[in-house]
């Protein structure tokens, strides 16, 4: 367990693995459905030339939405759920690599940057294929000049309408191994990992740099987890910002069947502009901001039932915040049971004080009795 400041974080050692792991693929599974739509949708942006088919974000959702229905924001997501490996891995890498660089410093910031960089980086080993497969899924229907490998409509026996079947998956990873050999799954892997590594170095320390302020002027009685789900989107979008122009080029890389991250870069610069480098921006921070909060709702709330049964019972954890320069994710010692005065749910957790109500000081003084 490693403080920071007033902040205790629940590290590693802390978890029982069997509720972290079945948790997580659950937190992670509801994040990518959420936000799914907004991911195609960036997609899209980035890979049109100028603004030839949508003129935006909101442009872009109505078209869609009225040409293609509710499925057309969906394309590609059944292949795209097999990033659900990547999630775990980057979690688990996470949290070893945060133990790992905690044995030669205790600076919170070096521990979420090399830590952060290094989740990424296993991460997108896995998912880079199964982000090719599913951006080409994403481009078909009414985008899908702007993509190289194009799912063939087939005739419907019961009906005159031409559907797209299940057969898209296969039919696209087929045409792109015929294309580009093994070497076509990992299109643009280079440009991912420049796009997505220096996101999550960034996306960390941002995090608890927000986190740390916001708890110096936010009221005593706010819950600590209202402050990390606000930090959570401010550094996403600051993340988001700063990495941009690598993911459009990322982007153009993967679908347009670029081989050279410079070039297309350059080739961008040249034909659109500067301005070309802000494509997809907004969509990517309405996706990251969303994503942000589940993650850290989900995954600061996923740590504490995940803790070790051994700390439950010895060592209460609480979202609330105790008292002035005490901000939540904190540790009750042995003995001040908050379980005593709070009891269990139904679920047979301690309760998580969310409750500033909770959060009086005539039972600290008792319980200090």
């Known amino acids: 367990m490693q403080q920071k400041g007033a902040i205790r974080i629940i590290e590693w050692e802390d978890l029982d693995k069997r509720k972290f792991y079945s948790l997580g693929v659950l937190m992670t599974l509801t994040t990518r459905a959420t936000v799914y739509p907004a991911s195609l949708i960036r997609t899209r942006l980035q890979v049109q030339k100028g603004k030839t088919l949508y003129s935006g974000t909101a442009d872009a959702f109505c078209k869609i939405l009225r040409s293609e229905g509710v499925r057309g924001l969906y394309r590609g997501f059944m292949v795209n759920t097999f990033t659900l490996l990547s999630g775990q891995a980057y979690i688990t890498t996470y949290e070893l690599a945060r133990k790992y660089v905690s044995q030669?410093?205790?600076?919170?910031?070096?521990?979420?940057?090399?830590?952060?960089?290094?989740?990424?980086?296993?991460?997108?080993?896995?998912?880079?294929?199964?982000?090719?497969?599913?951006?080409?899924?994403?481009?078909?229907?009414?985008?899908?000049?702007?993509?190289?490998?194009r799912a063939k409509p087939k005739m419907m026996l019961t009906t005159t309408k031409r559907r797209l079947t299940f057969g898209q998956t296969r039919e696209i990873s087929v045409q792109i191994f015929a294309a580009d050999g093994l070497r076509g799954f990992y299109r643009g892997y280079v440009a991912s990992l420049l796009t997505y590594i220096p996101n999550s170095a960034l996306w960390w320390p941002f995090y608890h740099f927000y986190?740390?302020?916001?708890?110096?002027?936010?009221?005593?009685?706010?819950?600590?987890?209202?402050?990390?789900?606000?930090?959570?989107?401010?550094?996403a979008a600051t993340?988001?910002?700063?990495?941009?122009?690598?993911?459009?080029?990322?982007?153009?890389?993967?679908?347009?069947?670029?081989?050279s991250v410079v070039e297309t870069f350059k080739q961008l610069l040249a034909e659109e502009g500067v301005w070309a480098m802000t494509k997809g921006l907004s969509a990517r921070i309405i996706s990251a901001m969303p994503t942000s909060v589940l993650i850290v709702v989900g995954y600061e709330t996923l740590k504490r039932l995940s803790l070790r049964a051994?700390?439950?019972?010895?060592?209460?954890?609480?979202?609330?915040?105790?008292?002035?320069?005490?901000?939540?994710?904190?540790?009750?010692?042995?003995?001040?049971?908050?379980?005593?005065?709070?009891?269990?749910?139904?679920?047979?957790?301690?309760?998580?004080?969310?409750?500033?109500?909770?959060?009086?000081s005539d039972m600290w003084k008792k319980m200090d009795k």
Request: aromatic share 4%.
């Open 104 to 149: 030669y410093s205790a600076s919170n910031t070096l521990k979420s940057v090399v830590a952060g960089g290094a989740a990424s980086l296993v991460a997108q080993t896995i998912t880079v294929p199964i982000d090719v497969v599913s951006q080409h899924l994403m481009m078909q229907g009414q985008s899908e000049h702007m993509t190289r490998f």
């Open 211 to 235: 986190t740390e302020k916001l708890s110096l002027i936010a009221p005593s009685e706010c819950p600590h987890l209202i402050l990390q789900g606000l930090a959570g989107p401010m550094a």
């Open 239 to 259: 993340a988001s910002t700063i990495t941009n122009p690598m993911d459009v080029v990322r982007a153009r890389v993967q679908l347009e069947g670029r081989s």
């Open 310 to 360: 051994d700390l439950v019972e010895s060592r209460h954890w609480m979202l609330g915040r105790l008292s002035p320069g005490w901000p939540g994710n904190a540790l009750v010692s042995p003995g001040r049971s908050w379980t005593k005065w709070m009891g269990r749910g139904k679920s047979g957790l301690p309760c998580l004080g969310c409750c500033p109500c909770h959060l009086t």
